[in-house]
């Protein structure tokens, strides 16, 4: 079973930074690891993807200001936010997949809020 444990949340002024966090109980220095963003009463939406050779893509709401990263050594995948705007805010979840006994499974960390503020 696999955990995956989201920080760094919490309440920023507009135009300010945060960094979230998402730790695995097990490697993944190789999966896929995607960040979702859920703003209130919206439908989940991919603003960041690792894939598995290091490269990124990014929503083009995000592009230029959130940033995808893995710290192999921590078993943690972050997303700097810089710039963050008001239509940043909602709850921010960590994805990513490891190979079960049937296939490939998904995981979601359990999320993290972020509340930007005028």
């Known amino acids: 079973q696999v955990q995956l444990v989201e920080s760094g949340g919490g309440l920023v002024q507009a135009g300010g930074s945060l960094r979230l966090s998402c730790t695995a109980s097990i490697t993944f220095s190789s999966n896929i690891v995607n960040w979702y963003h859920q703003a209130p009463g919206k439908q989940r939406e991919l603003v960041a993807h690792?894939?598995?050779?290091?490269?990124?893509d990014y929503a083009a709401s995000v592009k230029g200001r959130f940033t995808i990263s893995r710290d192999n050594a921590k078993n943690t995948v972050y997303l700097q936010m810089n710039s963050l705007k008001s239509e940043d805010t909602g709850d921010y979840f960590c994805y990513t997949t490891f190979l079960g006994r049937g296939g490939w499974d998904v995981y979601w960390g359990q999320g993290t809020q972020v509340t930007v503020s005028s």
């Open positions: 690792l894939n598995t050779d290091g490269s990124t």
